[in-house]
């Protein structure tokens, strides 16, 4: 980890190398469960002082906060049970106490006018979305409703249709 720089000050797991395309947002390393697990707290703890400090742009924040929390989750997920030191007792430590700091905000946030507006928001989007969908799906119906019967008839040794595309019988003649 030495040669990795902290992606944001006072959060020492989330670093990257040379480049930001190679950083790591659980850069915690293998440890037995228990040592992992306060490992995973004491990050916890840093990221949630630096997002209380205002360490985050306010649009960023949210960001950083999921990503850990994803990064963490995968980390749980891809380890294994074994008794082998891994990154599996901090990511515990880490959700775990994200978890009870959810649950003890949650006590004294009123998160109603914020997750009203939210749900609000994302159904707006869904609408808008849906009607832009018929909106583009009718045009295109409309652009080639006539020009599946135009292009069959239009071909040499083809049936005729009638306006519904049912066959007359006869043959088109070629044309020259």
């Known amino acids: 980890m030495a040669d990795r720089t902290r992606l944001y000050p006072g959060v020492s797991f989330m670093t990257h190398g040379s480049g930001f395309t190679d950083a790591n947002l659980f850069d915690v390393p293998d440890e037995d469960y228990f040592d992992g697990s306060l490992t995973g707290i004491k ?13 985050f ?59 009203t507006r939210d749900i609000r928001g994302y159904e707006q989007c869904a609408a808008g979305l849906v009607d832009d969908m018929k909106t583009a799906n009718a045009a295109f119906i409309e ?25 007359f019988g006869e043959a088109v003649p070629a044309q020259a």
């Open 43 to 55: 990050a916890a703890w840093e990221l949630l002082h630096a997002a209380s400090n205002g360490d």
């Open 57 to 115: 742009d306010e649009g960023v924040a949210t960001a950083v906060l999921r990503n850990a929390l994803e990064e963490a989750a995968h980390v749980l997920d891809s380890t294994s049970k074994s008794q082998v030191p891994s990154r599996r007792g901090a990511a515990v430590g880490f959700l775990d106490a994200m978890a009870g700091a959810l649950a003890d905000a949650v006590k004294a946030w009123n998160f109603r006018p914020t997750l």
């Open 143 to 167: 652009s080639m409703s006539g020009k599946s019967v135009a292009k069959r008839n239009a071909r040499p040794g083809r049936l005729r249709t009638n306006d519904s595309g049912t066959s």
